[in-house]
């Protein structure tokens, strides 16, 4: 039987040499450019459709203006350059709350979340202070880290209904090693049933609002249009087409024929249709259009009104301790993006932050420098276990793989298959960024 997941083979490290290669992947431009504002790379992907990401996809990334400023930052300033009245929006929220409030108890919005300080905010701004009953949705990280699970008890415990769903834990786990075999994304599929879920319980339990936290436009990764509206884009958790789904990086047939995964095990993941969201009127908001927002402004008010609690720990490739730390397999998330893309957890956190004026791009500079693309070591062992596959309780998955065990070995050898040549180079026995900031 032909192995369609394979051993990761040597690279060839021509392309890896020490002069300059213009031998990209993903579609990412060859040219890396540094905001002159922040500390953002314009190799940052813009959001796609994860439903329908596979391996030839082709990477849309960030705009860099001719100042050589990011998109990101352009949005910021356009908030302070253009004084947006932030009282009128706030009337704006009140009248959609006005308009939505139920008058017998049903629920009048829904909010999904993890239980984390942006979803904490969210449900309870919208519960305490403008009276509405939403009713919150969780899909269930990989693992939960213990702090995590404390968090998300503390936030249904301040007041709050919630939905959790825990997708079939075999499947899962066979989905997670597929996309990490076939494109080195841990997140995937959890990106996939976390945006899936929330329109899927709106239609059925007939609750027209959504409510998330803020907009892709903060951090470039969306349309610049969308930091002027409050809508989100349906498209990134509907679909109308089985033929364009990808799990795993693998269409629905191939799932089916080689990994026993049939269309009944995936039912939980699958987009709501194009077609029941337009019955159902369904509209997802911002809430970080109506309201301003800051994610660390967002925590202290998670901590002093829930206990929120911050990783006992600095998490690793980064120094804070308070952003996505719900699920145990988060640090491999980032540690790949890092592989692909060239930018790590804390380019993303120390961009947010010079943005928000917490700190300076001189200091976001030198935390890039001393933790970006650090190791995940702290439940590397765990999650390698999580991703290894058994004969007994995968048969016919099992004989898809050349090497059902995962290892950091392999792990490795595997991440060097996702580098591109324009970002690394191999020097010396080691693998080196040929573009750092400065």
Request: net charge neutral.
């Amino acid at each position: 039987m032909t192995k369609l997941i394979t051993y990761p083979d040597n690279i060839d490290l021509s392309d890896f040499k020490k002069d300059k290669s213009s031998v990209t992947k993903y579609g990412l431009p060859a040219d890396v450019k540094f905001c002159t504002s922040c500390v953002m790379t314009n190799q940052l992907p813009k959001s796609e459709v994860e439903h329908t990401h596979n391996k030839r996809t082709i990477k849309k990334t960030i705009d860099f203006h001719d100042d050589g400023k990011c998109a990101a930052c352009h949005t910021t300033e356009d908030k302070k350059n253009r004084d947006v009245d932030w009282d009128q929006r706030e009337n704006e929220l009140k009248a959609i709350c006005k308009k939505y409030k139920s008058n017998n108890g049903s629920y009048d919005c829904l909010v999904p979340g993890s239980g984390g300080k942006d979803s904490f905010y969210t449900s309870y701004i919208l519960k305490y202070k403008y009276g509405m009953n939403p009713l919150t949705v969780t899909w269930a990280p990989n693992i939960y880290t213990e702090w995590g699970w404390r968090n998300f008890q503390r936030w249904i415990g301040s007041g709050f209904d919630n939905h959790l769903i825990t997708p079939n834990k075999r499947i899962h786990r066979l989905l997670t090693r597929l996309s990490i075999d076939n494109l080195l994304h841990p997140f995937q599929n959890f990106i996939i049933g976390q945006k899936s879920f929330a329109p899927k319980m709106a239609v059925r339990l007939n609750i027209p609002l959504v409510f998330y936290g803020e907009s892709d436009a903060e951090y470039g990764t969306g349309p610049k249009e969308r930091f002027d509206t409050p809508k989100r884009d349906l498209k990134f958790s509907s679909s109308n087409s089985d033929e364009a789904l990808f799990f795993g990086g693998l269409d629905l047939d191939t799932l089916n024929s080689s990994f026993d995964i049939t269309k009944k095990d995936l039912s939980i993941y699958l987009p709501e249709t194009v077609d029941n969201i337009a019955k159902a009127n369904l509209e997802f908001h911002d809430l970080g259009y109506y309201l301003k927002w800051n994610p660390q402004s967002c925590y202290y008010f998670a901590h002093e009104k829930g206990g929120f609690e911050a990783s006992p720990e600095r998490t690793p490739g980064t120094y804070s301790k308070y952003n996505s730390i719900d699920d145990k397999i988060d640090d491999f998330h980032y540690f790949t993006t890092g592989i692909k893309f060239g930018l790590g957890r804390t380019t993303y956190e120390a961009a947010q932050e010079i943005r928000a004026g917490d700190i300076t791009r001189e200091e976001g500079v030198e935390l890039v420098k001393k933790f970006d693309h650090e190791y995940p070591e702290r439940f590397s062992k765990e999650i390698f276990e999580y991703l290894s596959i058994s004969k007994d309780e995968f048969p016919l998955a099992y004989k898809s793989f050349e090497s059902p065990q995962m290892d950091e070995e392999y792990f490795l050898k595997l991440c060097d298959k996702f580098r591109s040549p324009h970002l690394w180079k191999y020097e010396d026995g080691e693998w080196k960024l040929r573009h750092t900031i400065k």
